[in-house]
């Protein structure tokens, strides 16, 4: 089984920058997607960012160039830093799993962190 602790959401004014991490653990080797996800009230949880084992990534339109994921593979963490933030992107960010190649998509996540709090005014 994989663990993933998600860390580093807050409040920020609207142009700012955040970092979140997750410290995956357990049987990690096994791990070939991991992604963000992010869900705001009364809306479904999606997934804006993945990254695979060969460190391919793919974005969603609505942050592609101002959100990079990348990991750091000596101790299991992933990380999402987010710069240019809007209010729109106002949500709780969640680091999802999984032993496939898919992950982007709610059904392919097989692993799901805590959830960390962002909050973006302006």
């Known amino acids: 089984q994989v663990h993933l602790v998600e860390s580093g959401g807050g409040s920020v004014q609207a142009g700012g920058s955040l970092r979140l991490s997750c410290v995956a653990s357990?049987?990690?080797?096994?791990?070939?997607?991991m992604a963000w996800f992010r869900q705001a009230p009364g809306k479904q949880r999606e997934g804006i960012a993945k990254?695979?084992?060969?460190?391919?990534?793919l974005y969603d339109d609505s942050v592609a160039g101002r959100f990079t994921i990348y990991k750091h593979s000596a101790n299991n963490t992933l990380y999402l830093q987010m710069n240019s933030l809007k209010p729109d992107d106002t949500a709780v960010y969640y680091c999802?799993?999984?032993?496939?190649?898919?992950?982007?998509?709610?059904?392919?996540?097989?692993?799901w962190g805590q959830g960390t709090q962002v909050t973006v005014s302006s």
């Open positions: 990254i695979i084992s060969d460190n391919s990534t």
């Open positions: 357990g049987d990690t080797s096994s791990i070939h997607c």
């Open positions: 999802a799993a999984s032993e496939t190649y898919s992950c982007r998509r709610r059904a392919f996540a097989q692993y």
